[in-house]
């Protein structure tokens, strides 16, 4: 929230200059980012008043103006403003006056006609961002008089974070109230009366979501002039606080809501029909938003009505059918309070975030409506004329917030701050910080004033207190903490075991939403429904993920668009199922591989990934997990996200632990992959063993080779075989190893030839030739007997 220093010390001016001023706001809890110097950089511009147009003779989008210039001279200046008309009380720089950015201005000629000064912007004065017309000056301001006698000349925006608690420093009173407890001084309120009632038009208020909004506050002022346009000092103070004048009443309504903290909207009266209706949307209804956004609105969204259409967003943004312009002459003040819980997300919703919906959100003064309606009537009529009707107020008190009582024990305060506050400073904070302060044996009863929402358990009390003592005045001190070693959980050392093995393997990290965008969640699993956000945070991030694969998908077409040709990632993550309608969440790994298999060499030629690489990787990673391989299986797979020829089901001990394969070839176009992609996705809980380590002795005896060449159907994987000959081995057979596949001459069509490594070693003695001939023998009557095999000749 941006804020004039000026404008505040109005309020509260405590004897500090504004670099001290932003500290103790920031040491209070309310961070200042940056203090800005706003002192005006123009000089010589001049109040002036159009009093001629005529068109310039060579360009249809330039007019010759005759200004006034208030010195008893009349000089023509060329200027293309849209806005400019006979009789506009106009900003000029005359030859010899310097602008925002030091541009100075000098007579000259603009397409063959004198020009001897400039009309100005906003913008070009450094007063605002509008530059799509000339500012206009009230009347009451006499041509000829420096701008800058008009305006504050020196001051200073400060720029203040604040967190979501504290809505209560959404404004002005806000702020100053702060200072004035942290500088132990009182608050000046500025002083206002009550307008005179001139007429006794009023609209009549239904409450008809009363838990929605419980309190609501409008008034009819009649006979305006709108068109006026805002005092200088008005726009002034909005553009330091970073709002855009629009029109005198919606300047003023947003003024009071600065000064305030009271989001306040203001209808053209006779653009309403009948009552006012605080409800929910009926089906099918829409409105069109002040912006011009145009909002078909759910059932739920709380609207303020008439007797026939929706006029506004409760809370959020008026619509553009009832809007306030120049032409309007009687206006509708509104003022309500809308409980924080109906308004949170209702922006995020259609897209919107507006300053009614940031503080609505964050909780209003529910006091504040009625007082709210009286300024912005005064400064009305002040500035526009007219006459003010009666206040309409309509109240249900069961669903306004409960004044809370809060039990603070003077123990807690050093147990929780490690120094003791006396009581009477403890009372005095408390009591300057608007709370109802009552002593007891143990300490204090409070209750917190109807603008603090942050206020609910005792250590809510002691932060109080402990911002505005000072968190300097709590010393340092190193807490005493009794340490106690605990071993690692072997399920955390193994996960970080697998992430060295896989950085080990070129792989890198990855973390990515849990939330996914729902066409690409359907793509990978069309036939799963994923858990859909009731108020996600983007349209692309709607659903939860059943996989890894779309985040590590996204992820990977980041670093293709950024000229990666190599990339390998993973991710240990959650996937979220619905099941037996439960929701239920699930620990997975899972990785991909694209590019080539090494980095760019000199001496070694590109070789892109395949199908083998990543299942290699898998088994790896199974092998650290203690995993034997007898206990795998990779089993053809269809998966609607993968290549039918190229994926595996992967099982370890008969029961389903994950997926490896190729990405299918519709998506990878679909997604705009240069090349194929492989992934794996392995479920933790299936893969993760508890490990008992033991002994074995080293065996001193030589190993034995023997290599099989066998012929088998081709449509037999080799898992089979190799699955086969570990069941029939005995424990002499150390390494199993599949060398070579081969189809072609000399093989049988539809058949395949299997080479094979078989090593064998003793453990107390040497092998024979007859014991490893016999071991031989029985593996090949087995695969004959089972598959089907035959010896190769």
């Known amino acids: 929230m941006k804020i004039s220093e000026q404008w505040l010390r109005e309020w509260v001016n405590p004897k500090v200059d504004i670099n001290q001023l932003a500290e103790q706001l920031t040491m209070a809890g309310l961070e200042v980012e940056g203090v800005e110097d706003t002192t005006i950089a123009f000089s010589g511009v001049i109040a002036a008043r159009v009093e001629s147009l005529t068109p310039h003779p060579d360009a249809d989008a330039l007019a010759l103006c005759q200004v006034d210039t208030g010195k008893g001279e009349i000089i023509d200046v060329v200027c293309g403003a849209p806005n400019v008309h006979v009789g506009m009380l106009v900003a000029l720089a005359p030859a010899g006056a310097t602008l925002s950015g030091g541009k100075s201005i000098k007579a000259g000629k603009i397409r063959g006609v004198k020009s001897e000064g400039m009309l100005c912007s906003a913008a070009e004065l450094g007063l605002g961002d509008d530059?799509?017309?000339?500012?206009?000056?009230?009347?009451?301001?006499?041509?000829?008089q420096l701008l800058s006698e008009l305006l504050t000349s020196n001051d200073n925006v400060i720029d203040v974070s604040l967190t979501p608690n504290r809505g209560d420093c959404l404004s002005i009173l806000g702020i100053a109230r702060e200072i004035a407890v942290i500088n132990g001084i009182e608050l000046s309120i500025p002083e206002y009366e009550s307008v005179t009632i001139s007429h006794k038009d009023q609209r009549q208020v239904r409450l008809e979501a009363a838990d929605a909004c419980p309190h609501y506050a409008g008034r009819v002022i009649k006979g305006l002039d709108v068109g006026k346009p805002s005092p200088l000092w008005l726009k002034e103070r909005l553009a330091r606080s970073g709002i855009r004048s629009i029109n005198v009443v919606v300047d003023i309504t947003n003024y009071v809501m600065l000064e305030l903290g009271q989001p306040m909207h203001a209808f053209d009266n006779d653009l309403l029909q009948g009552d006012i209706h605080i409800r929910y949307a009926k089906e099918g209804e829409t409105l069109t938003l002040l912006d011009t956004l145009q909002c078909k609105l759910a059932k739920d969204a709380l609207v303020i009505a008439d007797d026939k259409t929706p006029q506004a967003m409760a809370g959020i943004m008026g619509g553009l059918d009832s809007a306030v312009t120049a032409n309007s002459r009687d206006v509708f003040l509104e003022s309500a309070w809308f409980a924080p819980i109906s308004i949170i997300g209702?922006?995020?919703?259609?897209?919107?975030?507006?300053?009614?919906?940031?503080?609505?959100?964050?909780?209003?003064?529910?006091?504040?409506?009625?007082?709210?309606?009286?300024?912005?009537?005064?400064?009305?009529?002040?500035?526009?004329?007219?006459?003010?009707?009666?206040?309409?107020?309509?109240?249900?008190?069961?669903?306004?917030?409960?004044?809370?009582?809060?039990?603070?024990?003077?123990?807690?305060?050093?147990?929780?701050?490690?120094?003791?506050?006396?009581?009477?400073?403890?009372?005095?904070?408390?009591?300057?910080?608007?709370?109802?302060?009552?002593?007891?044996?143990?300490?204090?009863?409070?209750?917190?004033?109807p603008w603090r929402f942050d206020i609910g358990i005792e250590a809510d009390l002691i932060e109080e207190l402990a911002r505005i003592n000072g968190y300097d005045a709590i010393p340092g001190a190193a807490p005493l903490i009794p340490l106690h070693v605990h071993g690692q959980q072997h399920d955390y050392q193994l996960l970080q075991r697998i992430r060295e093995l896989l950085v080990n393997r070129g792989y890198q990290e990855a973390i990515t939403?849990?939330?996914?965008?729902?066409?690409?969640?359907?793509?990978?699993?069309?036939?799963?429904?994923?858990?859909?956000?009731?108020?996600?945070?983007?349209?692309?991030?709607?659903?939860?993920?059943?996989?890894?694969?779309?985040?590590?998908?996204?992820?990977?077409?980041?670093?293709?668009?950024r000229q990666q040709g190599r990339v390998r990632l993973f991710e240990l993550g959650l996937a979220y199922h619905q099941r037996n309608k439960a929701v239920q969440q699930f620990p997975v790994i899972g990785g991909v591989v694209y590019g080539n298999i090494l980095d760019k060499q000199w001496h070694t030629e590109d070789m892109p990934c395949d199908y083998f690489d990543i299942k290699g990787d898998v088994e790896a990673l199974l092998a650290l997990c203690g995993h034997d391989p007898a206990t795998q299986s990779f089993t053809p797979l269809e998966h609607p996200a993968l290549h039918p020829g190229q994926s595996a089901a992967i099982y370890i001990d008969g029961e389903i632990a994950g997926f490896v394969g190729c990405l299918h070839p519709a998506l990878q176009v679909a997604w705009d992959l240069p090349r194929p992609a492989y992934f794996f996705e392995l479920e933790i809980r299936r893969i993760l063993l508890q490990i008992h380590r033991r002994y074995r002795k080293i065996s001193k005896f030589p190993v034995v080779r023997r290599d099989l060449a066998i012929v088998i159907d081709e449509a037999v994987p080799a898992c089979r075989v190799l699955e086969c000959i570990r069941k029939q081995a005995s424990d002499h057979l150390i390494n199993l190893q599949l060398f070579d596949v081969y189809q072609g001459e000399g093989i049988d069509l539809g058949k395949k030839s299997l080479a094979l490594g078989l090593t064998f070693q003793g453990s107390s003695s040497t092998l024979t030739e007859a014991e490893v001939e016999a071991e031989k023998g029985n593996i090949l009557a087995r695969l004959g007997q089972e598959l089907g095999a035959t010896l190769r000749d």
């Open 346 to 449: 209702e922006a995020r919703r259609y897209g919107l975030h507006t300053d009614s919906s940031h503080r609505f959100e964050r909780g209003v003064d529910p006091t504040l409506q009625v007082r709210a309606i009286e300024r912005a009537s005064s400064l009305i009529l002040s500035i526009c004329g007219g006459a003010a009707g009666p206040i309409t107020e309509a109240s249900a008190r069961k669903h306004l917030p409960k004044k809370v009582k809060v039990k603070l024990q003077g123990k807690q305060i050093p147990r929780l701050l490690g120094i003791d506050i006396k009581s009477n400073q403890v009372s005095r904070i408390l009591s300057a910080l608007g709370m109802q302060v009552t002593k007891n044996k143990s300490g204090w009863e409070v209750i917190p004033p």
């Open 131 to 144: 530059a799509g017309g000339l500012i206009e000056l009230p009347d009451n301001i006499n041509p000829g």
């Open 513 to 561: 939403y849990s939330f996914v965008d729902k066409s690409i969640q359907a793509q990978i699993a069309p036939d799963e429904e994923a858990l859909a956000l009731v108020n996600p945070i983007a349209s692309d991030l709607s659903v939860m993920r059943t996989s890894l694969l779309p985040g590590l998908i996204q992820a990977l077409q980041f670093n293709i668009k």
